[in-house]
Protein backbone atom coordinates (compact mmCIF):
# COMPACT_ATOMS: atom_id res chain seq x y z
CA UNK A 1 0.00 0.00 0.00
CA UNK A 2 1.10 3.63 -1.26
CA UNK A 3 0.32 6.99 0.56
CA UNK A 4 0.71 10.40 -0.79
CA UNK A 5 2.71 13.28 0.31
CA UNK A 6 1.70 16.39 -0.54
CA UNK A 7 4.57 18.88 -0.17
CA UNK A 8 4.11 22.92 0.08
CA UNK A 9 5.58 23.57 -3.15
CA UNK A 10 2.81 21.64 -5.13
CA UNK A 11 4.44 18.19 -5.51
CA UNK A 12 3.61 14.82 -4.39
CA UNK A 13 5.60 12.43 -3.39
CA UNK A 14 4.49 8.32 -3.40
CA UNK A 15 6.03 6.34 -0.19
CA UNK A 16 5.10 2.81 0.16
CA UNK A 17 3.66 1.64 3.30
CA UNK A 18 6.27 -0.46 5.96
CA UNK A 19 4.24 -3.66 6.89
CA UNK A 20 3.88 -2.10 10.86
CA UNK A 21 2.75 1.16 8.80
CA UNK A 22 0.15 -0.69 7.27
CA UNK A 23 -0.97 -3.10 10.20
CA UNK A 24 -1.58 0.41 11.77
CA UNK A 25 -3.49 2.44 9.22
CA UNK A 26 -5.51 -1.00 9.29
CA UNK A 27 -6.26 -0.95 12.96
CA UNK A 28 -6.86 2.26 13.18
CA UNK A 29 -9.52 2.26 9.97
CA UNK A 30 -11.50 -0.51 11.93
CA UNK A 31 -10.82 1.54 15.31
CA UNK A 32 -13.14 4.40 13.26
CA UNK A 33 -15.33 1.94 11.96
CA UNK A 34 -16.29 0.56 14.98
CA UNK A 35 -17.02 3.52 16.76
CA UNK A 36 -19.35 5.16 13.82
CA UNK A 37 -20.96 1.57 14.06
CA UNK A 38 -21.83 2.35 18.19
CA UNK A 39 -22.98 6.12 17.40
CA UNK A 40 -24.99 4.94 14.53
CA UNK A 41 -26.42 2.31 16.62
CA UNK A 42 -27.38 4.65 19.64
CA UNK A 43 -28.93 7.07 16.94
CA UNK A 44 -30.95 4.43 15.73
CA UNK A 45 -31.70 3.53 19.30
CA UNK A 46 -33.05 6.54 20.20
CA UNK A 47 -35.18 7.16 16.86
CA UNK A 48 -36.23 3.85 17.69
CA UNK A 49 -37.32 4.36 21.34
CA UNK A 50 -38.83 8.26 20.16
CA UNK A 51 -41.21 6.65 17.96
CA UNK A 52 -42.16 4.08 20.24
CA UNK A 53 -42.91 6.88 22.67
CA UNK A 54 -45.01 8.93 20.11
CA UNK A 55 -46.99 5.83 18.88
CA UNK A 56 -47.89 5.07 22.93
CA UNK A 57 -48.86 8.53 23.31
CA UNK A 58 -51.21 8.88 20.25
CA UNK A 59 -53.15 5.89 21.50
CA UNK A 60 -53.19 7.26 25.74
CA UNK A 61 -55.12 10.45 23.46
CA UNK A 62 -56.86 8.29 21.64
CA UNK A 63 -57.98 6.03 24.22
CA UNK A 64 -58.71 9.46 26.93
CA UNK A 65 -56.27 7.74 28.85
CA UNK A 66 -53.33 9.83 30.93
CA UNK A 67 -49.76 10.11 29.56
CA UNK A 68 -46.30 9.91 31.19
CA UNK A 69 -43.85 12.72 31.01
CA UNK A 70 -42.00 11.19 28.63
CA UNK A 71 -44.71 10.37 26.23
CA UNK A 72 -45.85 13.79 26.75
CA UNK A 73 -42.03 15.50 26.18
CA UNK A 74 -42.71 13.87 22.31
CA UNK A 75 -45.93 15.47 21.77
CA UNK A 76 -45.16 19.12 19.49
CA UNK A 77 -48.17 21.62 19.91
Known sequence: MEKLIYKKDGTVE?????AEEEAARNAEIATVKAEDDER??????????????????????????????????????
Not at 45 to 71: C, D, F, N, R, Y
Open 14 to 18: RVTLT
Open 40 to 77: TAAREAVATQKATLKASAKAKLIAGEALTEAEADTIVL
